[in-house]
């Protein structure tokens, strides 16, 4: 893995971006909770049912009750690259992340990917080492990040078959683009040019706003909403995540609490739900997961989910959409990574 100047905390979010994969190919297929997931080689040990294009790509699986939603989970599996990462979802059901043949990098994999249902289709920025892809708005412009081929990393939006790179004024090498509501309004994550640390930020336009949660060692933003409510979290002075909103300039912190220290928002919805997890900090292998269970947080109430199938340690969702519909990755005692997919109602 290559290194950057963002230290410790940051770097296990990095680390937690670069290994939640699944295993990816050119032909999306969508397996049952009692289909054979793939084996830590990639190689299937039998042949999952592909659904059709028009049908809901979910399993019967549920997950138990919970106070606000019940939830309807399907593995998303991508036979044949090596590792892929799933990361946003819109409106459409268009599936956003990256795959890699080769390489795990800070926040790029060696290409993006865009799925809608069963076709998967490669993007890489142009002339970039590396490309991956982390949000998708409604209107199809996609945000996410590319390596140059001198290891410096920048955002990028990619509208209408048009790439525009994203650079926070003075980053030192790093900016990433996470992202975007209906109204082209970006947030994202860069490396500031006077600690070195992560702090997040919004951009309108062409006008750059620092958003930095006050005493926080590092400050993530993933998503933003149509209103221009963002959802994120931070680190404390003693490495405990917190998940917050920041609503024109006004910061509320959300925690799960309950005995866990670390909590983490992803995303949020038009209504104001948002999706994210919490933990408290576990080794699978050599990877650090702050933060082991997935929720779905809507006015003041956290309704509580893992992926129900079968050995699973970690789950993290990181993209949802207005539709209830929600990505992202678990994993198994293993080590071994899978994508889900996730229907609340």
């Not at 997950?63 to 998303?76: C, D």
């Not at 892809?133 to 990028?156: P, R, Y």
């Not at 983490?264 to 933990?279: E, K, R």
């Not at 893992?306 to 949802?320: E, K, R």
Request: aromatic share 12%; charged share 10%.
């Amino acid at each position: 893995m290559k290194t950057s100047s963002i230290s410790s905390p940051a770097r296990n979010r990095i680390r937690l971006l670069a290994y939640l994969l699944v295993v990816c190919s050119a032909s999306l297929t969508l397996a049952q909770q009692t289909s054979p997931r793939l084996s830590r080689s990639g190689v299937q040990a039998a042949t999952p049912r592909a659904l059709p294009a028009d049908q809901d790509p979910a399993s019967p699986a549920q997950s138990a009750p919970s106070p606000l939603y019940t939830f309807t989970f399907g593995v998303v599996a991508f036979p044949r690259s090596q590792i892929s990462g799933i990361w946003g979802i819109n409106d459409s059901g268009k599936i956003v992340g990256g795959y890699n043949n080769m390489n795990i990098e800070i926040y790029t994999a060696d290409h993006a990917c865009e799925l809608k249902e069963n076709t998967f289709s490669t993007i890489d920025y142009p002339g970039a080492s590396q490309t991956e892809l982390f949000g998708i708005n409604k209107s199809g412009q996609m945000v996410g990040a590319f390596q140059d081929t001198s290891g410096n990393i920048h955002g990028f939006k990619l509208a209408g078959g048009t790439y525009s790179q994203l650079d926070y004024p003075g980053a030192k090498g790093l900016t990433v683009a996470l992202g975007i509501n209906s109204s082209g309004e970006i947030v994202g994550i860069y490396d500031d040019p006077g600690t070195g640390n992560a702090d997040g930020f919004l951009l309108i336009g062409s006008t750059y706003t620092s958003i930095v949660v006050p005493g926080a060692t590092y400050t993530y933003t993933e998503g933003i909403n149509k209103y221009g409510v963002v959802a994120g979290y931070y680190f404390d002075t003693s490495g405990n995540s917190h998940g917050f909103t920041w609503n024109k300039g006004t910061i509320t912190t959300v925690d799960y609490g309950n005995g866990y220290p670390n909590t983490y928002l992803a995303g949020i919805d038009d209504s104001g739900v948002m999706v994210g997890g919490y933990g408290s900090n576990m080794t699978i292998g050599s990877v650090f997961y702050p933060w082991e269970h997935g929720f779905l947080y809507s006015g003041g109430t956290f309704s509580t989910f893992d992926a129900p199938f079968g050995d699973v340690q970690v789950t993290q969702p990181w993209g949802m959409n207005n539709k209830g519909e929600v990505v992202g990755g678990y994993v198994d005692s293993q080590g071994m990574l899978y994508g889900f997919y996730l229907k609340a109602q």
